[in-house]
């Protein structure tokens, strides 16, 4: 039941940012919050907020499910490669005047003893491996493993959450389900065990997955790693969960626009 006299928060979410202020907001009568995901994985965390699941219909459904339930503010915590969702986002509120605030954790950068080769696309990523065969650890998530198969000769250690289908994987591929955070010790056990050459990942940021990047730099293995993607600006980005809570605990009475969103 909504919350009366509670501003309507609307939290794309899919990420630890989103899960981890949905932890910051449960419980906070102020704020009538809701967390959508995706689904685009099978068996997502239990979350102490209501919680719905699917696409909208692209940004014309979100603006159409924005005004019907009344959202005062969107949260897009989803992840740094998720483009689609955040034009989506940034197109609905532009066409309801409900204002944006954008989780942009931030980048990770390459420290002293990193080999990086940082390249624009997963494409390119692939054919950065060369032509001799490579044992490859290969962290993109499931949805784009197929351009593997551009590069059979390699062999490819895939991580996800979600088994990628059968019909998508190279023809040299050993599939690892598991879910982050992880741990250096056990990331560098990892590379070892399944003698990983080179580490192949997005620059996703934060902290639940970037200890392969120490485990790499420990072990003196070369990274490739995928740019980040452009994002379209919000009205107000800020860098984790606690900074969106913050900025929601002063601005949750009131006017948002008399605020200067």
Same mark, same amino acid.
Not at 173 to 179: E, I, P, Q
Not at 184 to 210: C, F, Y
Not at 218 to 234: C, N, Y
């Given at each position: 039941?909504?919350?009366?006299?509670?501003?309507?928060?609307?939290?794309?979410?899919?990420?630890?940012?989103?899960? /981890?202020?949905?932890?910051?907001? #449960?419980?906070?009568?102020?704020?009538?919050?809701?967390?959508?995901?995706?689904?685009?994985?099978?068996?997502?965390?239990a979350q102490p907020?209501?919680?719905?699941?699917?696409?909208?219909?692209?940004?014309?459904?979100?603006?159409?499910?924005?005004?019907?339930?009344?959202?005062?503010? &969107?949260?897009?915590?989803?992840?740094?490669?998720?483009?689609?969702?955040?034009?989506?986002?940034?197109?609905?509120?532009?066409?309801?005047?409900? @204002?944006?605030?954008?989780?942009?954790?931030?980048?990770?950068?390459?420290?002293?003893?990193? #080999?990086?080769?940082?390249?624009?696309?997963?494409?390119?990523?692939?054919?950065?491996?060369?032509?001799?065969?490579?044992?490859?650890?290969?962290?993109?998530?499931?949805?784009?493993?197929?351009?593997?198969?551009? *590069?059979?000769?390699?062999?490819?250690?895939?991580?996800?959450?979600?088994?990628?289908?059968?019909?998508?994987?190279?023809?040299?591929?050993?599939?690892?389900?598991?879910?982050?955070?992880?741990? &250096?010790?056990?990331?560098?056990?990892?590379?070892?065990?399944?003698?990983i050459e080179v580490?192949?990942?997005?620059?996703?940021?934060?902290?639940?997955?970037? /200890?392969?990047?120490? #485990?790499?730099?420990?072990?003196?293995?070369?990274?490739?790693?995928?740019?980040? @993607?452009?994002? @379209?600006?919000?009205?107000?980005?800020?860098?984790?969960? *606690?900074?969106?809570y913050a900025w929601?605990? *002063?601005?949750?009475?009131?006017?948002?626009?008399?605020?200067?969103?």
């Amino acid at each position: 039941m909504e919350q009366q006299n509670a501003m309507k928060v609307l939290i794309l979410g899919g990420t630890s940012e989103a899960a /981890a202020l949905a932890r910051l907001l #449960a419980g906070e009568h102020r704020l009538d919050a809701l967390l959508s995901l995706a689904g685009a994985t099978k068996a997502p965390a239990a979350q102490p907020l209501p919680t719905r699941i699917g696409g909208f219909g692209g940004s014309a459904g979100l603006a159409r499910f924005l005004r019907e339930e009344r959202f005062a503010l &969107v949260v897009d915590a989803t992840h740094p490669f998720a483009t689609t969702m955040s034009a989506n986002a940034r197109a609905a509120c532009n066409q309801t005047g409900v @204002p944006l605030i954008a989780i942009r954790r931030l980048a990770w950068t390459p420290q002293p003893g990193d #080999a990086w080769q940082q390249v624009a696309n997963l494409e390119a990523a692939i054919a950065a491996l060369g032509e001799a065969p490579r044992r490859v650890f290969l962290t993109t998530g499931r949805k784009e493993v197929a351009i593997a198969r551009h *590069a059979p000769q390699h062999h490819y250690l895939i991580r996800s959450v979600d088994p990628p289908p059968p019909e998508t994987l190279p023809p040299r591929a050993t599939v690892l389900l598991s879910r982050g955070p992880f741990e &250096v010790d056990a990331e560098r056990a990892l590379l070892r065990e399944h003698q990983i050459e080179v580490v192949v990942t997005k620059n996703a940021g934060g902290e639940a997955t970037r /200890a392969k990047l120490d #485990a790499a730099r420990a072990l003196g293995l070369p990274v490739i790693m995928v740019e980040r @993607p452009p994002k @379209p600006r919000a009205d107000v980005e800020v860098a984790s969960a *606690a900074e969106a809570y913050a900025w929601l605990a *002063a601005h949750v009475t009131g006017s948002l626009t008399e605020r200067g969103v």
